[in-house]
């Protein structure tokens, strides 16, 4: 993740906190494949949109829905469409995760800038660059912690 960091991000550290944060929250530091919910689990029918589809969560971000997928092959020139599983890679994963959160990919398909920028940090907000605001909270916590880790380097 530091590694395409380095490449597609800005040297910002309170980005990349939220970045790793994001990270953390989703796969812990792990691409893997999205686990299915319950039937009984009301998070289940959101789920069953994209789930029969193949393309279900996988990476450090969790991508979803084909155009995604799509998207994301365009970038780093692998064919994520035709082998889903390839979002695994820790490489492609890691360029997934920072290209699409820098350059605002996911979510409302605004950057991560918008939330993070000049020494001001909307940790809570800049969920929605991800996922609308689901665990905002916990994943701002996260961020705080990872940043002082960072600043002390």
Do not use: C
């Not at 994520?80 to 699409?100: C, E, H, M, Q, S």
């Amino acid at each position: 993740i530091a590694q395409a960091f380095r490449k597609y991000g800005d040297g910002d550290r309170q980005k990349l906190a939220y970045i790793l944060a994001t990270a953390r929250h989703e796969s812990r530091f792990e691409p893997k494949k999205e686990y299915r919910e319950s039937q009984f689990s009301p998070r289940r029918a959101n789920q069953d949109r994209y789930w029969l589809t193949g393309y279900y969560g996988r990476g450090f971000v969790q991508l979803t829905w084909e155009s995604n997928y799509k998207k994301m092959s365009e970038f780093i020139g692998v064919d994520l469409v035709g082998d889903p599983d390839k979002a695994l890679n820790p490489t492609y994963a890691a360029r997934i995760l920072v290209y699409g959160m820098i350059e605002g990919k996911f979510g409302i398909k605004k950057p991560l800038s918008y939330y993070i920028n000049n020494g001001t940090a909307d940790y809570i907000n800049a969920r929605r660059t991800v996922n609308g605001t689901d665990k905002a909270a916990l994943i701002a916590d996260y961020a705080i912690e990872i940043e002082k880790e960072l600043n002390k380097w």
